[in-house]
């Protein structure tokens, strides 16, 4: 059984799911498919370069090796 403090993170969620979702939906209409699916991909890039830089700063490298030399 969940907790009282996950059940409200994920009601939490599912109301920024919702509303996420009733956005990309008028996005959509404004701008057309493919610059959504342009804006996302962008979005992912950024994204996954913020996380690589993270892990470089936090841990010194993005992949340990088991024989440091």
Do not use: N
Not at 13 to 32: N, Y
């Amino acid at each position: 059984m969940l907790t009282r403090k996950q059940m409200i993170i994920a009601t939490l969620l599912m109301v920024l799911i919702t509303f996420a979702a009733h956005f990309l939906g008028r996005l959509i209409e404004e701008v057309g498919p493919a610059m959504v699916a342009l804006y996302t991909l962008i979005l992912s890039f950024v994204g996954v370069f913020i996380l690589v830089m993270y892990y470089k700063l936090r841990f010194g490298t993005t992949a340990k090796r088991d024989d440091p030399r």
